[in-house]
């Protein structure tokens, strides 16, 4: 599982990495370039706009001027001032107080008034705002500004103006809300043009604004009314370069569009892709921990029950070894075809490794939910067909997470990769015992998981505080009852959790690769302890050491072997390697080779264990050992009887004809003592004669022995 879990690790970073391949660069880059061109478009309106207006407002200026200055010069020629009435600008000339002098036409000049900038800088002119079309007014900055909402009045009246009989024919221009418009000619006949809206007919319009002038040096003021002509050549250009860039932002904005939305798809795909499980077609494990935390995490479920699920498939290798690989795929299709349908509203199904598949439950109780699992287990036997198959389950609840108060609050810091590794925890304990059976993590497989956690944190520093003790188990001949020999036992003296027994710890290390650091441990204060008592005149007999099967991957193990007995000057007779049974079914060619380079250095080599397993004869031809170690089985139980006997009697013939020693261990009774003598046992390791016991009181014993 913990490969699993780190390769699963490895994946959800890879999730990450396409999960963040998204379209929001590109929305992002649209959105910019969308503002942009606005900004271009509004500015470059603007630009136009005030081109216009500012080439219009001077034709009005000029037009104005000139009348101001036949007003100055000839002010007392009537034959000037008849000109000047005769034609079409009206005007109002006042002192500095502003007190009216004279006026000509009807005075439409309004109150509202202001400096008129040019872009340039430099022009500035006063203008007042027409009393009765009222579209310009001066703002704050100085600059002229419409009232839209007045021009938007004007012009619905005149689109609501279709009747052509309602706007005089026989005049250039016609008057409408204080504004000159002027009509084309090209609608004919009248019959024809009278039908078309008179917004349609427009060939120009004539907007009034007044605008001043000195004269007489500055003691009077000319204000005189100016039309701004927009005609329709005008509108149209702006319009046409208006046009032309918002056609240009509507193509950039259709393929940024259709970029995005087949980024979109594509990345949908991969998504996809990244989700499925190629075996099933479902879903698969990087889909389940991602969604699931989601969901578990979720605000909306915070009240909710779950349970994360462990189900394998037990036969599956050897349903594919009778069939194919390609079968056992289309049945692990099936297994969650079967699964998918099984699951309500909101729960998940996905195919997490080779055999396992990852659930996601609602929970109740821990009987509802293993009833529930043992219906699921008995729909997939259904699909056996003929073939016996074996389902496991394991669960791990998630309540609602509450916080002193009672309140209950989001699982915010769930990870639904432990809930599984717990499930998978629980799903273990079933081991072989039962073919198809449940489990839920509860709070005994919870304790055993923290010592597991506390071993593996603790494991270092107790090996370099030296809290691992060894312990010495005589082995006696049953023949004369004399010390023949020992085995180097381990236990953990710890000062924070007392004397901890080597079956709480031992496993631990197995699983986790610590155990070869136990082993150089071992070697090394067994050949420090066999030295010592050499030099003290002690009778000293060969100390058997067990050396686990995950050594036997190193091609140097007996070069190591060798290098830390010798660095305590310890005489090699006196270590004996201590091979378990189940070592022998790894590399064997690894195993001879190391077995021999032992024998040359000058080791014992022996096979602990022997007949605990499924042992090989083969193996003890090809072996060169020295010594069978018998395992304490072989005196207990049913088969501790005549058959029992046979068979350990037979061992040990065949081991004398091997030419190897013989060691009984377990051995609690004298009267198997007395069979094991008969039959020429060479050694016995029992509570008959010695339990395990500190170095402290195994050197007496060899001492009372030395000394007779």
Known sequence: MSQI???????VRLYKKVRNTTAWGPVALLFALLVFFNVLVVYMSGFVLEYIFESKFAEGYSQVESVAKMYEYGSDDESIMELIRSGDTAFVVTDKSGAVIYENGRNTCGTNSGVIKMSNGAEEYMVYQDSEAGFFYPKEDGTLGFKWK???????????????????????????????????????????????????????????????????????????????????????LACELITAVITVIFIIALVMTIYIIRTAVNYRRVVNLFYRDPVTEGHNWIWFVRNGEDKVRSIFTKRESFAVVNLVFRNYRNYCLCHSLADGEVLLADIDRVLLAEMRKN???????????????????????????????????GLGQGHSFEFQAGADTVLPQKEQDGRIVRRKDFSIEQAYNNACSARATLGKTEKSGVRIFDSSLLEAQRWDDTVREKQWSALNNEEFEVYYQPKFDPRTNTLRGAEALIRWNSPEYGFVTPGRFIPIFEKNGFITEIDHYMISHVARDQKSWLEAGYGCVPVSVNVSRAHFVENDLAEQIRDMVDRYDCPRELLEIELTESAFFDDKNAMISTIKKLKEYGFAVSMDDFGAGYSSLNSLKDMPLDALKLDADFFRGEGSGDRGEIVVAEAIKLAKNLNMRTVAEGVEEKSQVDFLAEQGCDMIQGFYYAKPMPKSEYAEKMSRQTNG
């Open 347 to 381: 729960e998940m199904c996905a195919h997490a490794t080779m055999s396992n598949f990852a659930l996601l439950l609602h929970y109740d109780n821990d009987a509802a939910l293993a009833a529930r699992l043992r219906g699921m287990i008995m729909r997939l036997h």
């Open 150 to 236: 007045s021009i938007f009045k004007w012009a619905i009246s005149l689109a609501m103006m279709s009747e052509r009989e309602t706007i005089s024919e026989s005049e250039e221009y016609s008057i409408i809300n204080g504004v000159y418009v002027s009509f084309t000619d090209e609608a004919s006949p009248d019959t024809e043009r009278s039908l078309l809206p008179a917004v349609m007919q427009i060939e120009s319009i004539q907007l009034p604004l007044w605008i001043s002038a000195d004269i007489n040096g500055g003691e009077q003021q000319f204000i005189g009314r100016a039309y701004l002509g927009f005609n329709m050549r005008d509108n149209i």
């Open 5 to 11: 879990k780190n390769g699963n690790k490895k994946n």
